[in-house]
């Protein structure tokens, strides 16, 4: 098996952008590309030595998506917003008013 990793050596993290992120943005962006160089050098030497004592480097808890604009459609609802959204749709099918306990 022949793999191909290119060397990163002198690969520089510092990131000139053209485009005009805020801060946030540019943290997810540069802890990605760093979490790729780490997954690159990983799979290299995995590759050239094998897999006897390797670990993997942690996966990053941002994810890509909020920088790019995708939203995740569905959220678990927990607590008071569980709550609030069960009274709230509870009302709006019986077009009531809600009774005091639930105020």
């Known amino acids: ?6 060397d990163l ?5 510092e990131t000139q952008y053209e485009y005009q ?9 540069e ?13 290299a030497k995995v590759a050239k030595e094998g ?4 670990v993997l ?3 990053l808890k941002e994810d890509l998506n909020s920088v790019i604009g995708i939203v995740s459609k569905s959220k678990v609802l927990k607590g008071s917003d569980l709550h609030e959204y069960l009274k709230e749709k509870s009302l709006a099918a019986t077009r009531q008013p809600a009774p005091e306990f639930l105020i």
Not at 31 to 43: G, K
Not at 51 to 54: A, F, I, L, N, S
């Open 1 to 6: 098996m022949s793999v191909d990793i290119p």
């Open 31 to 43: 802890a990605r590309a760093d979490y790729h160089n780490r997954m690159t050098r990983f799979i």
């Open 9 to 13: 050596t002198d690969l520089e993290m």
């Open 57 to 59: 480097p942690p996966k």
């Open 51 to 54: 897999p006897e004592e390797k």
């Open 21 to 29: 992120w805020n801060e946030k943005h540019k943290q997810v962006l």
